[in-house]
Structure formats: structure tokens, C-alpha cells
């Protein structure tokens, strides 16, 4: 089992930049993929980002592709989520997530552990 915790969430003007964290313990992060999600007041928890276990491959929602990038440092436990020229539609909670069984999914109910969240707000 691993515990996931999210941090660099905050406040950010419209164009400004973020980068999100999560860290892992409880068990090694090479051993799962790993997801960003994020939820809006109202909706649905939609995907992000995600990669593989190595890093060697990401995939994004159309609608951050360009702006945003997902990245891991196993050996730090770490993932992360650089989140750039940032729009009032990306705020949110952002979610962390870990998948521990093969390929790597879109799909939240999918994963297998989730973070407590970090709050994203861009303002206009």
C-alpha cells in the first residue's frame, strides 16, 4: 500500500505558473503508474495527466496538452504535475493518483490510491 500527499497548490494569476508535488511512502512509486486528476466545484473528477512507471511515457487531457507536464523522479518517490500559462478553468482540486495494475488508464475509478488533494486557483 502507498500514502500519497499532494503539495504547491495555491493561488495564481491567469498565464502565471505552478508546479505540484506528490510525494509517496509506504511503499516504492516505481511500482505503480501514476495519474493527475482534478475537481471543480460541481463536476466531475477529470483526468489530467499520467505516466508511465519508468517516465519514458506521458499522456494529457486535450485540454491542458501544451501547458502542462507530468513528470517522476523514483528515486525521490516523487511525481510531478508543472502546470504552465494556467487559465481560470483550470481551477480545481488537484488529485494524485497510483495504479497498480498494468498500463496506464484515464479512467479515476481505475486507480488504486489517491492523495488528499491540493487546491489550484487561477484568477482572471
Known amino acids: 500500500q502507498v500514502q500519497l500527499v499532494e503539495s504547491g497548490g495555491g493561488l495564481v494569476q491567469a498565464g502565471g505558473s505552478l508546479r505540484l508535488s506528490c510525494a509517496a511512502s509506504?511503499?516504492?512509486?516505481?511500482?505503480?503508474?501514476m495519474g493527475w486528476f482534478r475537481q471543480a466545484p460541481g463536476k466531475e473528477r477529470e483526468f489530467v495527466a499520467a505516466?508511465?512507471?519508468?517516465?519514458?511515457?506521458?499522456y494529457y487531457a486535450d485540454s491542458v496538452k501544451g501547458r502542462f507536464t507530468m513528470s517522476r523522479d523514483n528515486a525521490e518517490n516523487t511525481v510531478y504535475l508543472q502546470m504552465n500559462s494556467l487559465k481560470p478553468e483550470d481551477t480545481a482540486v488537484y488529485y494524485c493518483?497510483?495504479?497498480?495494475?498494468?498500463?496506464?488508464?484515464?479512467?479515476?475509478?481505475?486507480?488504486?490510491?489517491w492523495g488528499q488533494g491540493t487546491q489550484v486557483t487561477v484568477s482572471s
Open positions: 493518483a497510483a495504479r497498480a495494475r498494468l498500463g496506464v488508464s484515464a479512467a479515476a475509478d481505475e486507480y488504486d490510491y
Open positions: 509506504g511503499r516504492t512509486l516505481s511500482s505503480y503508474r
Open positions: 505516466v508511465s512507471r519508468s517516465g519514458g511515457s506521458t
